[in-house]
């Protein structure tokens, strides 16, 4: 299994940003698919997710109203836009599949197959 995010890069605060992440190597669809970030020096927290079958999402409060998290199941794809950037914002984006079943889950220890992160810069 495979996760390949894509789509950071340098940004102004106020601009918006799509991350893909595109999943390859399962036989069968995970049940959701999570955006993680870690800033520098901080630990990495749960920003949204979606279950694969049925498109429901969920988002921390802390960029609830900003994010919205989608996926393209033709292009086993699993999109994150960010809108209103703010410097708060940068850090590493990963992607990860969740191990578990049942409901979208926060803990990363639930997640079993991480992509590599692509690095989102918000300037001021």
């Known amino acids: 299994v495979q996760l390949q995010a894509s789509g950071g890069g340098l940004v102004q605060a106020g601009e918006s940003l799509r991350l893909s992440c595109v999943v390859s190597g399962y036989t069968a669809s995970p049940y959701a698919l999570g955006w993680f970030r870690q800033a520098t020096g901080q630990e990495r927290e749960f920003v949204g997710g979606?279950?694969?079958?049925?498109?429901?999402?969920k988002y921390a409060d802390s960029v609830k109203g900003r994010i919205t998290i989608s996926r393209d199941a033709a292009k086993n794809t699993l999109y994150l836009q960010i809108d209103d950037l703010k410097p708060e914002d940068t850090a590493v984006y990963y992607c990860?599949?969740?191990?578990?079943?049942?409901?979208?889950?926060?803990?990363?220890?639930?997640?079993?197959?991480w992509g590599q992160g692509t690095l989102v810069t918000v300037s001021s």
């Open positions: 979606i279950a694969w079958t049925g498109g429901f999402t």
């Open positions: 990860a599949a969740q191990g578990s079943w049942g409901r979208i889950e926060v803990k990363e220890r639930l997640y079993e197959h």
